[in-house]
């Protein structure tokens, strides 16, 4: 593990920000710190940085450990999320004010930071002053002047917080090529799953000042292991009569489940395959998302989300329809099971 | 109809007001020290102790601005930079000499320095006189104008936030260069506008000045005191003569408070 | 100083440099400069027996001028109160030729020296004065009474009224006023119901100010005050009075009164004022 966090804990005024933290992250990726708004994921990422002191517990950068170091000489870059920008320097200024304070060669600093202005694409924007930039423009010199002493860890907290939603996706892809090109480990915070999941090469989430689950997106999409990450990820709805639903029984010590609409597929009447498995229900609402329908369909009072292909039939308010429902995550107190649909499989051994 | 009828009367009340309390009293000063002719103005405030008055009076001011300035900065810096327990305790600590009266401002540095005062022995051992002499006369001053520098910092540096100065700090940059390169640059209009408000009332302190001066002339006496000297020898056209120096000083301080604020304004929009 | 400074321990880890050294700056000058001095009051005060304390503090010519100052302070605020609402209503919502002018003129009594001041006012309000000589006619004395007084402190107070109000009054939407006219109320009543009660905290921190200020007040309120002890005299020339017998015990005495006085005053300023920046944040 090049970043590491060993038990960490933070609290201000009574209030965990930091609840017994630990994870790692491996030399050279890019991790995502994700949670809701106060679930302490920035209290972390300014622990790493030296802007906050833990209470207890260790912080290791490659190995050593780094308490009592102080912030400027941990090597690390830092994106604030306003930016922070010198407001009365040029865009070359900034850039360059952490090697100018480093008393690095004149030639050098002129050289170091061309080449980073040519990698964020702002040449010939050198003498603008921040107040000149757009919103991209000034998160791009943030980044640059992050980068400028090559540090061995970049910090980003909510880089993309600020900027318009148009941009903000050229931007994400952006800067996930350019980090990858760099080659730097880094940590973002972001409170936005999309921009985690597309960003990150690993997600940590984070939910009152604990960590809920550290993994790759794909493996937290498929596999989530407190009912918190469970919930948070995707867009899922929380049923409490799990058991009222086709092909699936109540379990005890689980309550509740979710459910999300990518687990669920309605059909007109005529073309059910499961008979078994599925159940009848009223289409209550249908709205345009752009790429596809997404519907709302009452089960017997439970209401459930699915979505459909624009490319099939588009089915009308209050038409019965067939629904199946493929899986459920169980919610325990702490735990999170998997529940396929029993039924399926009685009714013939198809493979979707 | 009504609306505008209403407007020209406000507009006048107020002019009134304006023009009894404020610009009549200006107008007096200026037509007081000329009613003898040039002549007596001219020989009044070339006056011998006229000048070294002035003199004293500028000495005064530098000095107590070098002082203000100095802790206005430091004081500023560190209420607004840096979150620490009691900062609101501070902040109200620094106004103190705002509510207290220029007469207890004076007071307080007899009983520190006067023949009855505590550090009296030490200043004598040290053959100084602080008290009914130079020394007291700008420790005075300094006490009465304390807070003006650091009070107009404080709110335009808690606009600027501190995180400039953190990004700064984060890449090692320490202390003087971070308040060079960073702060300085956003509050120079407001530290400019502090120092004009600081001299204007150092330049014209009487109370406290009164209380430890002496009134010794042409060695403790400055402007304000040379003036209340001259009034109250009946020497009306003289007074006003020297007083009308200290109008020409207070309207120039008025125009560059003006223009500052002007840019302070620009700034922030 | 290391004692002062455990008391203002930094609360939160903090990158910026140099919190030690500017506290340790900030504290030593302040308690060189304001705070050992002001101590001093009660370390002089220490040899004096409370009974002689008291004596001085309520004796009747001492009493006579609090009333004085105090009497005169309150009035001339209040005057200020008034007279700073209209022009800092005046200054916000006309535009008219030599507005800037008249704005900037506000802040005349802050630039200009006390003894200036006192010395024009007193002339212009004197029997022979061009303003003192009109009322002279009806009978009515200014100079060397307690409406002189008055007028010294209106002068002096009236720049802390306008400059407390007038913020708030800019902050005011007029879009408030504009649909409280649309609902069909009258100016006057717009005025009292709807705006009076937004710039009530700021008036009165503009009162508390003026108040302060005008209690303490010398130089411009020596010269028209004439100085007679029961009729005109005020505290601080009391004090002067002491000083100049070396009376330092009866001086120092009713210094501690106006401290005291001037603390309370300060600690509702702190309040009052705290309560403006709500309303001008709109919470």
């Known amino acids: 593990m090049y970043v590491e966090l060993r038990n960490l804990n933070k609290q201000f005024n009574g209030f965990k920000a930091a609840d017994n933290v630990s994870f790692g992250i491996e030399r050279g990726h890019l991790a995502g710190l994700l949670g809701p708004s106060g679930s302490g994921k920035t209290t972390i990422l300014r622990m790493l940085a030296g802007l906050e002191t833990p209470d207890s517990g260790d912080i290791l950068i490659d190995g050593k450990r780094v308490n009592d170091i102080p912030a400027a000489r941990r090597g690390i870059g830092f994106v604030f999320q306003d930016y922070a920008l010198f407001r009365y320097m040029t865009v070359f200024g900034n850039i360059a004010f952490g090697l100018t304070v480093q008393k690095k060669e004149k030639r050098f600093i002129q050289a170091r930071v061309t080449e980073l202005i040519k990698l964020i694409g702002l040449e010939g924007l050198e003498r603008r002053r921040p107040h000149q930039l757009s919103g991209g423009q000034k998160q791009r010199v943030a980044f640059a002047r992050a980068l400028a002493p090559n540090p061995q860890l970049l910090l980003l907290d909510e880089p993309f917080a600020a900027i318009d939603a148009k941009v903000r996706k050229d931007l994400r892809s952006w800067l996930r090529e350019t980090i990858n090109k760099v080659g730097v480990t880094s940590i973002f915070v972001t409170h936005d799953q999309d921009e985690a999941v597309e960003v990150a090469d690993e997600i940590v989430i984070t939910n009152s000042g604990r960590i809920e689950q550290v993994g790759t997106p794909t493996d937290i999409y498929k596999n989530p292991q407190t009912p918190f990450a469970a919930g948070f990820i995707g867009e899922s709805i929380v049923v409490s009569d799990y058991g009222r639903l086709h092909g699936f029984q109540a379990t005890d010590g689980f309550d509740q489940a979710v459910l999300r609409p990518e687990f669920v597929r309605a059909v007109k009447l005529e073309k059910e395959v499961f008979p078994h498995a599925s159940q009848h229900g009223t289409v209550q609402e249908v709205y345009f998302r752009g790429n596809a329908l997404e519907l709302r369909i009452n089960l017997g009072g439970q209401v459930v989300t699915s979505h459909q292909s624009l490319e099939e039939e588009a089915f009308k308010v209050g038409e019965e329809v067939s629904v199946l429902i493929y899986r459920l995550y169980l919610l325990g107190r702490d735990s999170v099971r998997l529940m396929e649909n029993a039924s399926i499989k009685s009714d013939g051994s198809f493979f979707i | 109809m009504r609306t505008k009828v209403t407007k020209v009367i406000l507009i006048i009340l107020g002019g009134l007001f304006i023009a009894s309390m404020l610009i009549m009293p200006l107008t007096t000063v200026l037509v007081y020290a000329l009613r003898q002719g040039l002549t007596v103005f001219t020989s009044a405030i070339t006056d011998d102790y006229a000048i070294k008055a002035l003199q004293l009076t500028l000495l005064t001011c530098c000095i107590t601005l070098l002082i203000n300035t100095f802790f206005g900065v430091f004081a500023a810096w560190t209420i607004t930079k840096f979150r620490f327990r009691g900062r609101q305790v501070l902040t109200t600590l620094i106004d103190i000499p705002f509510s207290i009266s220029p007469v207890i401002a004076g007071l307080v540095f007899i009983l520190v320095f006067g023949r009855i005062g505590w550090a009296y022995p030490l200043v004598e051992s040290l053959d100084i006189n602080v008290v009914f002499a130079v020394p007291g006369i700008i420790l005075a001053t300094t006490f009465v104008t304390f807070p003006f520098v650091s009070r107009e910092l404080i709110p335009v540096m808690q606009a600027q936030g501190r995180e400039e100065e953190e990004a700064a700090a984060l890449m090692g940059a320490r202390g003087l260069r971070i308040f060079r390169k960073v702060t300085f640059p956003h509050i120079k209009w407001g530290l400019l506008y502090g120092v004009i408000l600081c001299s204007a009332r150092a330049l014209g302190e009487f109370g406290a000045v009164s209380v430890v001066s002496g009134h010794l002339r042409g060695k403790t006496n400055t402007l304000p005191l040379h003036v209340e000297i001259l009034f109250n020898e009946f020497k009306v056209t003289a007074a006003f003569a020297v007083a009308s120096v200290l109008v020409v000083i207070a309207v120039i301080v008025l125009i560059l408070r003006n223009i500052v604020e002007y840019r302070l304004k620009r700034e922030k929009g | ?283």
Not at chain 3, 131 to 152: C, N, P, Q, R
Not at chain 3, 177 to 191: H, M, P, V
Not at chain 3, 257 to 278: D, E, P, T, Y
């Open chain 3, 1 to 283: 100083m290391p004692g002062l400074m455990r008391i203002f321990k930094r609360r939160k880890n903090n990158v910026i440099p140099g919190f030690g050294l500017s506290m340790g700056i900030t504290l030593t000058m302040l308690s060189l400069v304001v705070l050992i001095p002001l101590a001093s009051v009660l370390l002089i005060l220490s040899d004096y027996t409370f009974a002689q304390f008291w004596q001085v503090i309520t004796d009747p010519k001492t009493i006579s001028t609090y009333r004085v100052s105090l009497g005169c302070a309150a009035i001339a605020a209040l005057i200020n109160v008034v007279f700073g609402v209209l022009l800092a209503w005046v200054l916000t919502r006309y535009k008219f030729p030599g507005r800037r002018i008249l704005d900037s003129l506000i802040e005349l009594p802050f630039a200009l020296p006390t003894a200036v001041a006192g010395i024009a006012l007193t002339t212009l309000y004197s029997d022979k004065g061009w303003i003192g000589s009109l009322f002279e006619k009806i009978g009515v004395k200014i100079s060397y009474t307690t409406v002189g007084i008055t007028i010294a402190l209106i002068f002096i107070g009236i720049p802390f009224v306008v400059r407390s109000i007038q913020p708030v009054l800019e902050s005011l939407d007029a879009g408030y006023e504009e649909a409280a006219s649309i609902l069909g109320a009258s100016k006057a009543r717009i005025f009292f119901r709807v705006v009076f009660p937004e710039i009530l905290p700021a008036a009165m921190t503009g009162f508390a100010l003026a108040l302060a200020r005008g209690i303490g007040e010398y130089g411009s309120v020596v010269f028209i005050a004439g100085n007679i002890p029961y009729e005109t005299q005020i505290t601080p020339l009391i004090i002067m009075n002491f000083l100049e017998q070396f009376n330092y015990p009866a001086a120092t005495s009713i210094a501690l009164v106006m401290i005291v006085f001037s603390f309370v005053v300060l600690f509702g300023i702190n309040i009052l004022q705290s309560k403006v920046n709500k309303v001008a944040r709109g919470s």
